[in-house]
């Protein structure tokens, strides 16, 4: 056993490093070779000359080879160091770490609350197959899993207006500091409309594949086994049919979490929601190619560093596999 | 497109330089039009108090004046620092930290004299010699940290400080618009940045200047988080009027949706930018809105470089351009596009800059027939599936749609002119790129490849910028249309230099004469500025269009509460 777990993980773990050094690698090329340079953008003041636009090439390092750009840039990358923004000129660390802070507490709670609610009424539906609560159920689902994020946004935003803040993270007019508690409250209530969009978006998809894997188990033998003997339906189905459905979950679960990380653009865009979502969008359209790679990188590695738990997760859940 | 700034819509003082006489003649009268504002201090029956919320749907990207790109930023900078001069509603030159100036006769030297006994907030005196370091770190770094500014100091020799009161300034050769640059520069306090302009004053730029900001101007940053917030109180030291509002606060959307709702649910006081589309609502919720026209123009551009791709070397021909021109249909354009709030489009110069404009351009009527006479006598004759044959080849042409134009507006101007030029036999077919692959598409090769594009200007008040676009020195920086002309240039030049108001205004009509007789764009519309605020709120004027500007400290020093 111990033999084929180190065996296991060190196979996962070296398959998950090759993985993050090609994302790596992507990463570094993918958009330089986009047409559009970020001297562009950046000479783009009043009597600009190509001067200038050469200096800011010599600046940025564009003028060196590319080979010899990913090289300085692995080289940083191994010291911790994502380098500099073109556009803010603060260090690209910083800057995502401050974008992160703002996303990853308002997509958690949308993503867990989604999947609290997806597991839920998966469990109901299957459990109550062919029922009007089913259908109810498995018709909302679908419904919401099928509109589209922005104009749910939007519909969200205009039936609370006045109820629920338009934007932002908390009030914003507050000259002073808050107390701690009252802070948080702001936070919360200002997080309602992005998470509760977030949650409705996402919910439908774990509904359904909960229900698909719980029916699937439900017709096993040791269930009809469980009811025969007379065990309580709701031991029958949270003790024994829910475990065995878990392994879709998981993986389901786990890709959804690595994007947590990555924010949820649209809806940081309509809730002005100040995240790293945003920060990409705006990178992209600027050329800033240091925070394209540190956000493109922070992404891919939690992805694959989550898909590297699920897999971790798989091995205790399910013995077959090696 | 777009300056790094993005400037609101403007109009430039009639007179950028004169003698002496009309100089004072200028200040005298500016003194008069402040004085009637009402933005003066000392309250009377004003009301008091109360913090402004505003929202804006852009934002401040950095606070640090060598990095900023964004209009906010730089409006930010108008009330939390000094500069020399300001405008007025009227778009007149009116004292700021300068009181009064005079200007040498051979328009070299330059002497301010400056109010006295200013202080920065932080209690130190705000001298002179502030403003001399800044304009001589401006210069000293103009090809490196500080090269985003490069354009004010252009053709500056030196700045400095013989006293307290007294900042001359002394240029290399005569320059037209030099109080149009110097409205321009924020002065910073020597005691806070001078550390930062040491050695190769690289950290100038890593500088983040964070709140709360050491101030000048009539108020203080004292709270800013990125994205989402910037929180001013009145400055109790400020040398000007002292604002009658306790404080203003700036809160930054993504989208304009949600900045309507906001303000409609009380949650915002006023909005700097209201889409066309929101004008009714916010009208029937009895709010203040204002339209105002915009130093801002939507254009066509066609390919002027006359070494481009033999295969639409035809874009050349004046007839073909013309007879573009009288197909596009300004009015209905303005009309489906706009919903009304705009003007049709004649000269690079907008209308919005008052004396700048040559009143004697006028939007070509549109009449389909008679551009199809002109391609026709140009020689292009209408082939077997209903479009024209140019030198051998189907007259279809792609547009490059960058990210600035797509969308809402840029889509609907560009089917209106695409339904109508397929009507003579012309096939055009968009190309959607974001704004940086767009400029690269259009100077690739030398210009030789694009055939057509579509984009805007949000020029600067004072006409040099919008006029240095198409000169051929411009070519791979700001100009977008291959265009190249000695004689263009030499007027160019010409006006920059020129010491007599009227001399320069009579260049400057005579360049746009010439852009709009040779086309290189094809000018569509003027799209007007509006701003929204609650019946709440009043005396705060427009400058310029708008009332949240970098050309002036008078709005809020003015705005107060009704009743």
């Not at chain 2, 300034?169 to 020597?190: D, F, G, M, R």
């Not at chain 2, 706009?338 to 700048?356: K, N």
Request: charged share 15%; net charge neutral.
């Amino acid at each position: 056993m111990a033999v084929r777990s180190a065996d296991y993980v060190l196979k996962r773990g070296f398959f998950a490093l090759v993985t993050i050094f090609v994302a790596i690698t992507i990463n570094f090329f993918l958009f330089r070779v986009l047409p559009g340079s970020a001297v562009s953008d950046l000479s783009k003041v009043p009597h600009a000359s190509p001067k200038l636009r050469h200096a800011l090439t010599v600046e940025f390092g564009l003028d060196k080879p590319k080979w010899e750009q990913y090289l300085i840039y692995l080289k940083n990358l191994a010291h911790g160091n994502m380098g500099v923004s073109f556009v803010y000129q603060q260090p690209v660390t910083h800057l995502l770490f401050a974008d992160l802070k703002n996303t990853i507490p308002m997509v958690t709670v949308g993503t867990v609350a989604a999947i609290v609610v997806g597991v839920f009424t998966g469990v109901l539906s299957a459990w109550r197959r062919g029922s009007p609560p089913d259908h109810i159920s498995t018709n909302l689902a679908i419904f919401a899993y099928a509109f589209p994020t922005q104009w749910l946004g939007l519909m969200l935003l205009i039936i609370f207006a006045g109820i629920l803040p338009a934007g932002g993270m908390s009030n914003p007019f507050v000259f002073g500091t808050e107390p701690f508690w009252q802070h948080l409250g702001d936070i919360g209530v200002h997080m309602i409309l992005p998470a509760g969009t977030l949650m409705l978006t996402a919910y439908g998809s774990y509904t359904l594949v909960v229900r698909s894997a719980m029916l699937e188990t439900l017709g096993e033998d040791y269930v009809l086994t469980a009811r025969a003997k007379g065990l309580p339906p709701r031991r029958i189905v949270w003790r024994h049919a829910v475990r065995n459905a878990l392994l879709p979950m998981v993986t389901l679960i786990a890709l959804e979490l690595g994007f947590i990380v990555g924010g949820a653009l649209l809806i940081e865009v309509i809730f002005s929601w100040p995240g790293i979502g945003l920060a990409m969008y705006q990178a992209i359209g600027q050329r800033d190619y240091p925070m394209l790679q540190g956000g493109f990188l922070i992404l891919t590695v939690s992805v694959i560093v989550l898909n590297f738990a699920a897999d971790l997760v798989y091995f205790r859940l399910d013995p077959r596999i090696t | 497109m777009r300056l790094r700034r993005n400037q609101p819509a403007t109009s430039p003082r009639a007179a950028s330089r004169g003698t002496r006489l009309a100089v004072a003649a200028v200040v005298t009268a500016a003194l008069a039009v402040t004085a009637c504002s009402g933005s003066s201090s000392g309250g009377g029956s004003v009301k008091q108090g109360g913090l402004f919320r505003l929202g804006s749907a852009s934002s401040i990207d950095s606070l640090n004046p060598f990095v900023a790109f964004q209009q906010d930023a730089y409006s930010t900078f108008e009330v939390i620092y000094p500069y020399l001069v300001q405008y007025n509603s009227k778009l007149q030159f009116i004292p700021d930290f300068a009181r009064s100036w005079q200007e040498s006769a051979d328009g070299r030297t330059w002497t301010f004299h400056l109010q006295p006994n200013a202080k920065w907030s932080d209690g130190k005196p705000l001298t002179a010699a502030d403003a001399a370091w800044t304009f001589s770190t401006l210069l000293k770094f103009q090809n490196g940290p500080t090269s985003n500014t490069a354009g004010d100091v252009a053709h500056m020799q030196s700045a400095s400080a013989p006293n307290a009161t007294t900042l001359v300034i002394t240029y290399k050769q005569p320059v037209a618009n030099v109080l149009s640059q110097l409205q321009q520069v924020p002065i910073l306090p020597e005691h806070i940045w001078a550390k930062y302009a040491a050695g190769n004053g690289k950290a100038l730029t890593t500088f983040t200047n964070p709140a709360p900001i050491v101030s000048g101007g009539p108020f203080i940053l004292v709270k800013y988080t990125p994205k989402q917030i910037a929180l001013f109180k009145r400055n109790p030291d400020f040398y000007g009027p002292k604002p009658h509002i306790d404080g203003l606060g700036l809160q930054f959307f993504q989208t304009y949706d949600a900045e309507i709702t906001a303000l409609k649910s009380g949650q915002l006081d006023g909005i700097e930018v209201v889409p066309p589309t929101s004008v009714a609502v916010l009208k029937n919720a009895h709010f203040d809105v204002r339209e105002s026209p915009g130093n801002y123009f939507d254009d066509f551009i066609i390919n002027s470089n006359p070494q481009q791709d033999a295969s639409h070397r035809e874009l050349m021909n004046p007839l073909l351009r013309q007879a573009f021109d009288v197909a596009v249909d300004r009015a209905a354009i303005i009309r489906t596009s706009l919903l009304g709030y705009g003007l049709a489009g004649s000269s690079i110069i907008p209308p919005a800059t008052g004396s700048w404009y040559d009143p004697a351009l006028k939007p070509p009527p549109f009449d389909l027939a008679k551009a199809g006479q002109l391609l026709d006598q140009a020689g292009f004759k209408m082939g077997p599936n209903g479009l024209r044959i140019a030198d051998g080849h189907p007259m279809s042409y792609t547009v490059i749609m960058p990210a600035d134009t797509s969308g809402g507006y840029g889509d609907r101007s560009f089917q209106i002119i695409q339904a109508d030029l397929r009507k003579i036999g012309v096939q055009l077919s968009p190309k959607n790129l974001d704004n940086s692959a767009a400029y690269d598409a259009i100077t690739a090769n030398h210009y030789r490849d694009f055939e057509i594009s579509m984009w805007d200007w949000q020029p600067l008040i004072d006409p040099d910028f919008m006029l240095s676009v198409l000169t051929c020195g411009s070519w791979n920086v700001w100009n977008d249309t291959g265009y190249c002309s000695k004689s263009y240039d030499k007027l160019y030049q010409a006006q920059g230099a020129a010491v007599s108001p009227a001399k320069r205004q009579q260049l400057v009509y005579q360049m746009q004469q010439m852009v709009a007789s040779q086309r290189p764009y094809l000018v569509l519309d003027y799209a007007d500025l509006i701003e929204a605020h609650s019946a709440s709120w009043t005396g705060l004027p427009l400058v310029g269009g708008t009332s949240w500007t970098e050309l002036s400290k008078l709005p809020f020093e003015s705005v107060h509460l009704a009743g």
